[in-house]
């Protein structure tokens, strides 16, 4: 079954898994979006399993924390979950400088306390050149715009033009 245009989904619109790995007893998969992170605002998401019982965690308390390329810690956020996919965590975390990052996930429940899982993190100096797709929108804008004027005068001298002659 195709999809309409609208309904089409980029692999970009997708998260990226960052990382997946042991945590303690469960098995943690953090992705992040955008796939390429820079500077600014980064979405994460946390999946938490269980491997002992098959299952997917929803009642864990988790904590990001990033740690600059200094080592220090830096940020921090909740990942929550939602009632409507309580075993998927997000969180969000805007990153003002560039570097090698680390985060640290602190999963906590009261099964097995407090575990964590490590990661890197490279977060990419913010674009300061336009995208190709920018760019031709800013031309698309300008190229209307400039039509848009240009009909403008043009049916402006016409109707002056139609007027004059009409006076003679």
Known sequence: MGQTPGE??????KPLQLHRGP???YEVIITIQPHKPRVGTVHFGVTILDPAAEELVEDARVLIVAYNPEG?????TPALNDPA???HYKGNIIFRSAGQWSLLTKIETDEHGEVTATTPLNIAEAATVPSFEGRLILAFVTLALGGGTAWVVFSIRRAQRARDAEQE
């Not at 089409?8 to 619109?13: G, M």
């Not at 220090?72 to 921090?76: G, V, W």
Request: hydrophobic share 30%.
């Open 23 to 25: 945590a303690g007893p």
């Open 8 to 13: 089409r989904e980029s692999v970009f619109d």
């Open 85 to 87: 996919t309580p075993v």
């Open 72 to 76: 220090e810690p830096t940020f921090q």
